[in-house]
């Protein structure tokens, strides 16, 4: 017996006994959520007319979305310790905490909820106005990801977490939003602290105090979290959680290869689902991606091989800081004005266009430390931007959307160097693109194509097409 | 050969005919709730005035453009209006280089190449501080018939009341205030172009003001605050005939362009 | 002349007699406000400090728009707009900028000074925000590469005997705005707020040893006048990220209510003066432990607790009857506590708390007046 769900979930990938298995999970959680029959046929309107669902690997990335989706709604009842980071994420201590225990669940739930909620069922606004009411106003470029995950909490569809891993190592708002959630709910935080004091015209050099330094919170962190959730951190736990992740980040060099490929043989909302998933899961969901990246690049680059594309040959390729989280029409505005995207920061910074680190480092923490330096993200917006700088020849861009996060410090401090600075360095077209990546109600699709098609038709005609 | 660009913008509708490479008619109206009869209107309109039976049905071709360019539904291909602006802009003045554009609730700063293409520009964000909304608002508090007719008043001002606010709902509570002080009304509608002119120009401020400089929009109808441009720009500023129409001309002559490619 | 008489004449030829020192050989270090720059370092090579402090004035706030977005704190997009309009006299004349970097708001500033102004000597130093060993080690790292940049900038060496005297000269001045910060304990205050926001504004600009004797005039002169208020005028505590110098609307509108400021908490603005630097052993450790470890952090340190405890202490010993927030727009981390501090501050000292906002707007006055009056009005009962 079929169930009104049913249509949706193969659509994102579901084979069949996977539904039937998966069935009173899939009821339980989206009885928490609120999702009902009559939600059915818009979701997946929504997914086939945003998605690239001829691809079986992107349906699949659909289906480990959701499932991390019903395993974060679920987690409290099935009687796991539950951890929440923030994004971006320093991945290395979750992954960690998993191969440790399989009790624990470790999970970025915001994005979880932008990925499903939003892009799938577009019901993230309520959401967004129960972070508003509890702490977060509108009116204050308050982070709309900090918005969706207290939200969440409030109106009961997620759960409470056990500890909160604090990526305060970047973000100022994300520590003071846990101090938030333990006002409200009493849970304890672990602090990542780090100090991005680079000064510019270091990159690619940095204090290796600095990496010392960000390392160390990390094990403190990692400390503190056996205290809280009872458990011990298993001694071979990094090695094997490297070994688990590893593949994702082979893929990730492997699919950049892939688009340097002019037609590019995939979406910006394609890759924004990926890169946010590696940014976001450490459980099944990061588990079904990597199976789902595998069929994915597989997919791509059999239509590399067949010279197949989803845009023009020569169509004016850009270079963005990343997709839309929760509003896939966002995404869809670059490829909808003629624009291929064959790379974004994430994928360079986690990808192949970062630099190598050195390796000097021995414990986890600084490891992982020393990764999030030479990504970039760790250094600040000097190595942020010589990123964009180095891509330029690699992917063969004819210009960049350097889009800025409004209500995203970190990345505002961007805003208008780095236009400035890529426009001298690469003598390539900048559209500086001010945006909320995560949430759309104030930067809407309408509300930015004027710039991104005039942005277009300028790189058009400078190509002479 | 007759071809159509139809510009819908926040406030008015404009329609601007070619026929044969030449300006047979345009026409410029208000747009209310409906947007779609405000484009069909404006363009019937333009064509009486051209002389030629009003229906749309007799272009061979029409390009929409402004923020609600997706809606019009007997245009053959929509563009963006700053394209539009700076296509038309060069039709008319070939030697521009720099256009300011301020409409009803956009204001943007285009600079341009030799053959009209865009080498950069930018356009405002989320505020409607730099924009004709802001004279709008300001001149029904002045009481001010419209926001043309402040530009006159605002010339002869000899000491610009600095009005501070950043933002379009506090500078007309500060204007209010202002008021009720006592200040001399010419030396705060003064005050209020000079406002709009300084927000475009920190708006504007990385990109290359060259000559020759043209300004257009609704707004540059408007002899205030193209005063104030000039200070802030220190560089005069052009103004078309029919400052408002650039941007249908501009998607006239982009309908011509594809009419002759196919 | 009295005390801030004497401050203001100082003041106004300020300018002048660093230009004169800089002609002398002196150099200027100009430096990002925050209190996490050790004065003493730079005193002691022979420079002259200077902090960036003034903000407030819109135009200048609007300017900055050309060159970082406008959704961070006000008081920061100012120094940048200060910075790149090269037209202002604390900028032009300073030799060196330094930029502690706290949080990405600094940092905002700390990216447009490398890249807005590459001719301008400069020098940044991270503060962790969080307090254990390995966090003091940083900072005590980096106030140990600043001071090998100022040896290396000036020419001169920073000497144990020179480093203990610079020291003991800012614990004499510390120890003075600590007197006066006790006066105000009284039940009769006769020091206002506004007087003493005043002198820690002079303090950043003005020279070291006049400043001092300018405090202890000061102290004499309070103590033999007459109280300013009654006692049964609201006192408040008063705090928030940042009091600039040029942005006094607050306690402008707050004395012409007949509230007395009796304590101030910012981070920038009023200088920390409640820990001496002790000067035995290692005074390069000595200044860490002070500017850093006993320091109570701003509201961007991990978890923000220990400066709300400290609040709840200073509304207490103070005797305040209410707690005035007053937060710049989009400083996130003063928005969000500003959200639960007030039940905390009810349930633990029973008093009420305001939240004021700003974006340094002419317009915001009006609204702040009723807030203000209002609050007051809650207070007296």
Known sequence: MGSYYDGLFSLCGFEHEEIEKER??????????????????????????????????????????????????????????????GFPAILGPGLMLCASSEHVFVSAPDMVLDHTMGQIFNKLGPILEAGEANGLPPGHALCSLWQAKIGGIAKGMIPVPDLALASSYYCDMGSKADDLVTALYGVPIAYIDGIMDSEWGEYPGYLPERVHYLGAQINKAMEKAEKVLGIKIAPDAWQRSRKNSQPFRDNL??????????????????????????????????????????????????????????MEKGAPRIMVRLGHTSDPAVTRLYEDAGLAVPLTYILASRGGVAVKPRGNYGTPGEIIAEYEMTGGYYHGTEAQIRLYEKAAELMKLDGFVAQYLYNCRPVA????????????????????????????????????????????????????? | MLVAGVDVGAATAKTVILGDGRILGHAVNPVGYDIKSAADETSREALRKAGLSPSTKNF??????????????????????????????????????????MGGQDSK?????????????????????????????????????????????????????????????????????????????????????????????????????????VFTGGVAKNAGVKKYLEEEFKTEFLVPEEPQITGALGAALIAQAQLLRK | MNAL????????????????????????????????????????????????IQAGDNAVLRNSAAYVCRWFDPFWRSQVGYLTSGKDPYYNIVDLIVVPITDNHVRAFSNAVGFYTPEMRSFVFGVPHVKDKVALEYYRKGIGRLRKELEDFTGAEITGSRLKQSIELCNRERELFRNISLMRKRRNVNVSGRDFVALHHGSFLADKEIMIDILEQFIKEADDDDPLFSGNAPRILFTGSTLARGDSKVMDILSD??????????????????????VEGDLIARLAEAY????????????????????????????????????????????????????????????????????????????????IETFMETIRG
């Open chain 2, 109 to 213: 700063a285009i600079e341009i190449g030799e053959e009209g293409n865009i080498v950069d520009f930018v356009m405002n964000d989320k505020c409607a501080a730099g924009t004709g909304r802001f004279l709008e608002v300001m001149a029904h508090i002045l009481h001010v018939a419209s926001m043309d007719a402040m530009g006159p008043l605002a010339l002869g001002s000899k000491e610009p009341c600095p009005i501070s606010s950043t933002c379009t709902v506090f500078a007309e509570t500060e204007v209010v205030v202002l008021r009720a002080r006592g200040k001399d009304r010419k030396d705060l509608i003064a005050g209020v172009h000079k406002a709009v002119a300084s927000r475009v120009a920190v708006m504007a401020a990385n990109l290359a003001c060259r000559p020759v400089a």
């Open chain 3, 292 to 371: 850093f470890m006993d320091r109570i952090c701003p509201g961007w340190f991990r978890p923000g607790t220990e400066r709300l405890d400290f609040l709840i202490e200073l509304a207490e010993e103070y005797r305040a009857s209410g707690v005035i927030w007053y937060q710049l727009l989009y400083r996130e981390s003063y928005k969000v506590e500003s959200y639960f501090f007030p039940g905390i501050l009810r349930k633990r000292a029973g008093i009420p708390m305001l939240v004021l906002e700003s974006e340094y707007d002419a317009m915001e006055t009006g609204p702040m007046k009723t807030r």
């Open chain 1, 24 to 85: 009173p999970r899939i009821e339980a959680s989206f009885e928490k959520l609120g999702i009902g029959p009559g939600d059915m046929e818009a979701a997946c309107s929504r997914v086939s007319r945003y998605h690239d669902v001829s691809l079986e690997g992107v349906r699949k990335l659909l289906g480990a979305w959701l499932k991390e989706l019903i395993d974060l709604v679920l987690a409290r009842e099935d009687g796991r310790k539950i951890v929440y980071f």
């Open chain 3, 257 to 278: 209510n007949g509230g007395i400021i009796v304590m101030e908490e910012f981070a920038e603005g009023i200088r920390p003066y409640r820990n001496m630097v002790q």
């Open chain 2, 60 to 101: 061979d071709y029409v390009v929409s453009t402004g923020y609600a360019r997706e809606s019009i539904e007997f245009a053959d291909k929509t563009v963006s209006e700053i394209i539009c602006h700076a296509r038309g802009v060069h039709y008319l003045i070939p030697s521009a280089r720099f256009i300011i554009d």
């Open chain 3, 5 to 52: 008489a004497r401050l203001d004449s100082h003041l106004k030829s300020r300018l002048e007699d660093l230009s004169k020192a800089k002609e002398h050989g002196h150099k200027i270090i100009g430096y990002a406000a925050g209190g996490f720059l050790p004065e003493e370092l730079v005193l002691a090579c022979g420079a002259i400090p200077l902090c960036f």
């Open chain 1, 253 to 310: 060099a492997r699919l950049t290869e892939v688009m340097k490929a002019d037609p590019v043989p995939v979406g910006l909302a394609e890759l924004e689902l990926l890169e946010a998933l590696s940014g976001s899961s450490t459980g099944r969901g990061i588990q079904e991606g990597i199976k789902a990246m595998n069929i994915l690049i597989h997919e791509l680059e059999g239509r590399v091989e067949a010279g197949l594309g989803i």
């Open chain 1, 413 to 465: 401090t961007i805003s208008h160097i780095q236009k400035k600075y890529l426009e001298e360095k690469t003598g390539l077209p900048v559209l500086s693109l001010e945006i909320d990546n995560f949430d759309s109600r104030a930067y809407s699709a309408d509300s930015l194509r004027t710039k991104v098609e005039t942005f277009a038709e300028m790189l058009r005609a400078k190509k002479g097409r």
